[in-house]
Every structure is written in C-alpha cells, then in structure tokens.
C-alpha cells in the first residue's frame, strides 16, 4: 500500500471523503486509494452528476472508470435539477456497500452528509420560475430584503444561488431557510466516522493548472461535447452551470473567437475556485490538509 494511502486513508473499513478546489488533483487520490486499498468511488461535484458534459466538467474518463467502479456520475439528464437532497438520498444506499471514496468539490453536500440537511420540501415549478425571471431581471437586492433578517444574516447575500434559494423556500412555504435549517435531522455519516481529507493548495499553483486544463479540455473534446449540446442548449437548463459551457456554446454561434470563450473559460473557473476554497476555509476547519507534493516544489 503506498504510503500516501497509509498516511491518509489507514483504516480500510472507514469511508473516505476528499474535498478540495476544482484542478486540485483530488480525483486522481481518490483513484489511487480505491486501487491500493480498495472501494468505490463516489462523486460529490454538482455538475459532474449531469451526463452532457463530461470532458468539460472534468469528470472521470472511461479508462479510469473501468479501473475502479465510479458512481454518481453522469447519471442525471442535463435537463433535470438536482438537489443536495436528491444527491443525499442517491448516496444513502451505496454507504452500506463497498467502502466509498467520496470525492468532489461541492462543499454544501460534504456539509450535509457529515452535519446533515434540513427537510425542506421541492420548491413548485412555478416558485423557481419566478425567481430565475428575478434574477435574470437584476433584482437581487430587492430578493436580498424580502428574506426574513434569520435566513439574510445566515446566507452569503451576494451569492445569487443561494439568494434564489432562500427566497424560493421562503416564497413557497412561508418559513424562511433558517428555520427550516434549525431543525435539521442527524447526518447520514458523521465526520467521525470517516477519513476525511481536504486539499489545501497555493494559488498560484492551482491557477497555472486551471489554465492548461481549460486549454487541454477543448483540445480534448469539449468542443465537441459544446456542439452535441448546441441545438438544445439554454442557459436555464441545469447543466448549464458547467463552467464554460456559455462560451464555448458562445463560440459556435459565432460570438466569441475561440481563444477568447477558452481565456473566458478559464477565467471563470479560476473565480470559482476562489469561492470554492473561501468556503472550504470557512466551514471545513477541522478537516485535515492535504498538498502534493509537486504543489510545494
């Protein structure tokens, strides 16, 4: 077994959970422990659940997912939402099974399998339409200052998903997100009883990956994933979170050149990994870090 897995998985019979910005290089962790010592690997990335994109969201290629068994990825049309609670309950079953590897860099499921989730009930179609047609209208101030002083307090305010969402469960069931928060039930697999491991890597050493990936990425057929999507494609669709998905669907229509959608791309994914590591600062203090090696040289 090789020593990074001692040092970071050692208990075989405890699940694995690895958190980290996007270009990090978790996934290839994940894979080396499942092949070392064992288990299945389980995405925790909100986009890599969708199956139209899979160059572009990163997701695992076909030649690393017939070394070790994946789930959880692609396995939700683009056209579908999901939720941190549809994810939870898709998790729910594989946790008695072989042992996970869960692997992703969407911090607000992590939160919820190792602290828990509110039973907010679905928001009604209509509710989400109205508040898309808000944000896509600039009123997200005005969303902001509808939310009860609880929920506004909790959430980031400058963060139009989770304003959308606040407003949304608020909107729907008369209870603003914080209530429904405070009564959230035990979590499905405590931090405890797991080995959990989050990168922590130096900016400048992330950025250069982001930008030779995005490039690599359209090189490595993005671009046709782009033009498979394009006759369908609309920026409200679930999937069209995919960062760069707008620009390259913007390339082909004929508004972007490419080096501009790929510098675009890039960009944008840098930003998100911002947030991404602001959040895991924040509300993931007490995981342990991790940084390879060739991030330090």
């Known amino acids: 077994m090789p020593d990074l897995v001692k040092q970071y998985a050692p208990d075989p019979a405890l699940p694995v959970l690895i958190a980290g910005p996007t270009a990090s290089g978790k996934s290839a962790l994940a894979l080396e422990i499942a092949e070392s010592a064992g288990g299945v690997v389980i995405n925790a990335d909100a986009i890599q659940v969708f199956d139209d994109w899979r160059v572009l969201t990163a997701r695992p290629s076909r030649e690393e997912e017939a070394r070790v068994p994946h789930l959880l990825y692609g396995h939700v049309p683009g056209s579908r939402a ?64 509808e939310l009860d002083p609880e929920s506004r307090a909790r959430i980031d305010c400058h963060n139009p998903m989770r304003v959308q969402r606040a407003w949304e469960v608020l909107t729907a069931t008369g209870r603003g997100i914080a209530a429904w928060q405070a009564e959230t ?42 033009r498979a999507n394009l006759e369908d494609w609309h920026p409200a669709l679930p999937s069209a979170k995919a960062i760069g998905a707008a620009e390259l669907i913007g390339h082909l229509r004929g508004d972007l050149s490419l080096d501009d959608a790929v510098e675009r791309g890039a960009i944008l994914t840098r930003q998100f990994a911002k947030r991404q590591r602001t959040w895991f600062r924040a509300r993931m203090k007490n995981w342990p870090r991790y940084c390879p090696e060739e991030a330090l040289a």
């Not at 607000?108 to 509110?118: C, D, Q």
């Not at 797991?194 to 950025?207: C, G, H, S, T, Y």
């Open 185 to 226: 039930p035990p979590p499905l697999l405590p931090l405890a009883r797991a080995q959990p491991i989050l990168f922590d890597v130096p900016k400048d050493w992330l950025n250069d990956r982001i930008a030779r990936r995005f490039r690599l990425m359209v090189e490595g057929g993005a671009l046709d994933e782009a």
């Open 82 to 145: 999901y939720s941190v609670g549809d994810w939870l309950r898709d998790l729910g079953p594989l946790l008695a099974g072989e042992r996970p590897i869960i692997v992703g860099g969407t911090g607000l499921y992590f939160s919820a399998l190792t602290g828990g989730l509110a039973a907010i009930p679905e928001t009604p179609a209509e509710v989400r339409a109205r508040a898309m047609a808000r944000l896509d209208a600039g009123e997200l101030s005005a969303m902001v200052a």
